[in-house]
């Protein structure tokens, strides 16, 4: 549900406040959370964060290609083609709903383990959009707890925070070069 969310601007900016207020609401009603941890410091922790998860999505990409083939890659295609004419406007407001709405409600409210692994599972089933994509939840939720575990050892939102807005903006561009033959076909097509 979040995921498809992020295809439109519009729904993002919405996403993005209603996540952030959720967030913000339960850190204030709890008086609980990390700090935020705004820092060139953090922000490079974000960065390295961002990679290891960029090198492990390569790593579990490579090997379900390898187990399943084809099976897997045209999900994964499909799963691309939903966001088939997503605008950069739309790339920039869906990683910022990622980067700031989901951290500072699934991570953003505590770091004690059991909130975080929680907080991962729900993150993960919020991200499904259905029966066909099953493995893309199991990965969302597997996402998740990888952030978790960033702010679990850092102490900071703002490290989760850059690296999930990364990940997703890296995601949706992704999903834009896979993309990119089926919109010339459509104008050459007339569709």
């Not at 700031?100 to 499904?128: C, D, M, N, T």
């Amino acid at each position: 549900m979040l995921f498809l969310l992020k295809r439109k601007w519009c729904t993002a900016l919405l996403g993005l406040m209603v996540l952030g207020l959720l967030g913000v609401g339960c850190r204030l009603l709890l008086s609980t959370g990390p700090d935020v941890g705004v820092s060139a410091h953090n922000a490079l922790l974000g960065l390295g964060l961002f990679t290891a998860i960029l090198v492990s999505d390569g790593i579990i990409h490579v090997a379900l290609s390898l187990a399943f083939g084809e099976h897997y890659l045209a999900r994964y295609r499909d799963l691309a083609r939903l966001f088939g004419g997503q605008t950069a406007g739309a790339m920039l407001a869906g990683a910022a709903m990622a980067g700031v709405g989901e951290e500072l409600l699934f991570r953003g409210i505590s770091i004690q383990p059991s909130a975080l692994i929680i907080g991962a599972a729900i993150f993960g089933a919020f991200h499904h959009v259905g029966r066909r994509f099953w493995p893309f939840t199991i990965w969302s939720g597997y996402q998740g707890l990888l952030l978790a575990a960033g702010i679990y050892f850092t102490e900071a939102l703002f490290v989760t925070m850059i690296a999930h807005f990364l990940h997703d903006l890296c995601g949706f561009l992704i999903f834009r070069w896979l993309n990119r033959g089926k919109q010339a076909n459509n104008l050459v097509l007339g569709e």
